[in-house]
Nanobody, 120 residues
Framework: QVQLVESGGGSVQPGGSLRLSCAAS????????MGWYRQAPGKERILVAG???????TYADSVRGRFAISRDNAKNTGFLQMNNLKPEDTAVYYC??????????????WGQGTQVTVSS
């Protein structure tokens, strides 16, 4: 009874910026860890960034210093600010979250994925 809806993807030139959003809705009581993964064609899905409920963050080496993960706990929403985008950032980006349902235990959910394309 929980859904994660992503938005903010698109096509940009190298050096551009995008901001991805991930909104949780439904029977949400609270959200623990959140994260963003990406998968390029023919490649393994990798963790791009993660954030705990208290705001501790981790980043893949390839995006550290360019991307910033954040969250608004009051709105049950997570964000990924992507700056100085490079062609190698091109991938489908997926939001994931560990959600405490109002009546059940914690479950892991995934968003539908959003395409990010960086090209000149």
């Amino acid at each position: 009874q929980v859904q994660l809806v992503e938005s903010g993807g698109g096509s940009v030139q190298p050096g551009g910026s995008l901001r991805l959003s991930c909104a949780a809705s439904g029977s949400v009581f609270s959200i623990n860890n959140m994260g963003w993964y990406r998968q390029a064609p023919g490649k393994e899905r990798i963790l791009v960034a993660g954030i705990t409920r208290d705001g501790f963050t981790t980043y893949a080496d390839s995006v550290r210093g360019r991307f910033a993960i954040s969250r608004d706990n009051a709105k049950n929403t997570g964000f990924l600010q992507m700056n100085n985008l490079k062609p190698e950032d091109t991938a489908v980006y997926y939001c994931t979250a560990d959600v405490q349902d109002t009546n059940t235990g914690i479950r892991n959910y995934w968003g539908q994925g959003t395409q990010v394309t960086v090209s000149s």
